[in-house]
């Protein structure tokens, strides 16, 4: 009887954004310090949505850090959340994407 084999999953974390730069750095700070088995294979793409603060540089600062596979950022001028992840699907070539909210770290009083 044969071993079963496993096989490498590959996943890009797409995190979609409009001038929310403060949130952006919790989330990929958050993001990269998840660590995935040597089965995963992921990568992380920031979809600035024309934001005009500091997410660029959000961005840039995380990529030189070297914690997170594969960071890079586009941007979609066409604004809303759906051009976003449109944009974001047509920027991936893993089969699987996961869309993360660029506030998943706030917290919100009330």
């Given at each position: 009887m044969a071993a079963a084999t496993a096989t490498a999953v590959a996943i890009d974390v797409v995190i979609c954004t409009y001038n929310r730069a403060a949130n952006l750095h919790e989330a990929l700070s958050v993001l990269a310090a998840q660590r995935a088995n040597g089965?995963?294979?992921?990568?992380?793409?920031?979809?600035?949505?024309?934001?005009?603060?500091?997410?660029?540089?959000?961005?840039?600062?995380?990529?030189?850090?070297?914690?997170?596979?594969?960071?890079?950022?586009?941007?979609?001028?066409?604004?809303?959340?759906?051009?976003?992840?449109?944009?974001?699907?047509?920027?991936?070539?893993?089969?699987?994407?996961?869309f993360v909210d660029d506030d998943i770290c706030s917290t919100r009083d009330g």
């Open positions: 089965d995963v294979i992921w990568s992380v793409l920031v979809v600035d949505n024309g934001s005009t603060d500091s997410t660029a540089d959000v961005v840039e600062a995380h990529r030189l850090r070297r914690l997170l596979p594969g960071l890079r950022r586009v941007v979609e001028s066409e604004l809303g959340l759906t051009p976003a992840r449109r944009r974001g699907v047509t920027e991936t070539s893993a089969p699987w994407i996961a």
